[in-house]
């Protein structure tokens, strides 16, 4: 029997406004090498200069995994030859990081916890892009400079649940921390997977491979299957020793296998030495106490939720799993209206008409309009079938609830005394029916209440018709 163990290194793009050694602008979509510099583009005698902002973020990262943060750090240089990089090296932290030490809980399912240990966090700048139109291949350096955090985790994972887990709670604390966007189609939340399989029991760690750049969970998981199942074959069929070798793969999601890229480069291949051109980034007093006050993070957020609405631990971890929902669940709640329902009208009838493809926060349907359509349910306004109109039409353009309520006539009549005059005309129309019900035959009640909201067309509010007729029909 085998375990699996893993490792991961996530590079998070950092969402600052500059460039992590220069002032050019981080802003994507612009006309290519536009937003370069004598800095960014290597050119002699320019010199990068630390953006502190960069800094601030790292602190706030490294508070939220509960970290060592250096008060001194240190940058190195990597050197490697490849054309989105015009100084043939890359900028890092490799000896001292900014962020050492830290640990990340992950939740399963049963609601049994996992702690897994993170090495290290450490600032370094990201290469260009280099694009290939038919023969030609171009290079743009605009993303040349972006600054990058790269958390490397221990060897902790021994699934590819584990992994996910992982990733998805990463990822909600950058979101919440709002110190990058972490999208990984967008490429500013880039996974390399390292695996390698060793028998149960063994403590030793076995040869590893990294597998690069997987932008999708669905397809991490499919790498990992699949690069386990090659390693243990190559170990029962006895060729483990020659066929893993330390080195990096890619994973190709249409021909469904992982391949070798190249083979793994050893620190010396890097010719690593400290960085010449730049001082020490030192963390001040001020900025720890600046930074180390973070945002509610999920975990307290969940916590809080099921305490404060009384919510279950299910519904609070799918509102809390994504800052934006959550902070749109909680101006919902601005509107004075039961945590239950507006998890129902958030989590289904919202998300279920988005269907994912437009984000929540630039839905027309703002987090106050679906509250305040939830209160006219809550208020006997409407009833929550005459909800689901109004919001279909609220997804099409931009209006305003009560308006869409008078305007498609969704108003139930709570008023008693027009309700009263239905329900006395219904019984004086079916006298035998009220004696029937008198002699004892219940189930007719219903019936009545089918009766006043048929001549109500619907627009009664079924409690309400319920209260009178109870009264008047003793
Ligand atoms: P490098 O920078 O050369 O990729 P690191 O020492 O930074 O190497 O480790 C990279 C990642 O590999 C870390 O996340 C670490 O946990 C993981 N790792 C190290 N050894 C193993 C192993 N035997 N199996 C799986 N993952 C491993
Ligand atoms: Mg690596
Ligand atoms: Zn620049």
Redesign the pocket.
Known sequence: MFEI?????VHVQLNTKTKLFCSCPTSFNHKQNTNTCPTCLALPGALPVLNKEVLHKSVMLGTAIDATINRTSFFDRKSYFYPDSPSAYQITQLYTPVVEHGKLQIDFEDGSHKIIRI?RAHIEADAGKNIHEGDISKVDLNRAGTPLLEI????DMRSSEEVILYLKKLHSIIRYLDIGDANMQEGSFRVDV???IRPKGDEK??T?V?IKNINSFKFIEKAIELEVARQIEAWEDGVYESEICQETRLFDQTKQETRSMRGKEEAADYRYFPEPDLLKAVVTDEMISVYSKIPELPDEKKSRFVQEYGMNEYNASVITSSVEMAHFFEAMMQEGISAKNATTWLTVELQGRLKGEVNITNSHVDAKKLGHLVKRIEDGTISGKAAKEVLDRLMEENLDVDGVIDALGLKQVSDTGALETICDAIIAANGDKVAEYKGGKDKLFGFFVGQVMKESKGSANPQAVNDILKVKLG
């Open positions: 163990v893993i490792g991961l290194e090495n490397v985790s221990e060897p390292n695996v390698s760690l076995y590893r990294e």
